[in-house]
């Protein structure tokens, strides 16, 4: 399931930059996407783990 939206955030960031010739911003955003997705989930481990705990 993470992979296939994985592979649809790419293909849209990928057609968003042909049409507006923005490729550098667009890049530059979706390093931005996949940083923030990152933090996301070691936060929601370290949730998971509290809640076990607790």
């Not at 939206?5 to 010739?21: K, V």
């Not at 923030?36 to 509290?50: C, E, K, P, R, V």
């Amino acid at each position: 399931m993470k992979m296939n939206t994985n592979i649809f955030w790419i293909l849209l960031i990928a057609i968003i930059a042909y049409f507006t010739g923005e490729i550098a911003t667009v890049m530059m955003l979706f390093l931005i996407l996949v940083a923030l997705n990152g933090i996301h989930a070691t936060i929601q481990d370290f949730y998971d783990d509290w809640k076990r705990r607790s």
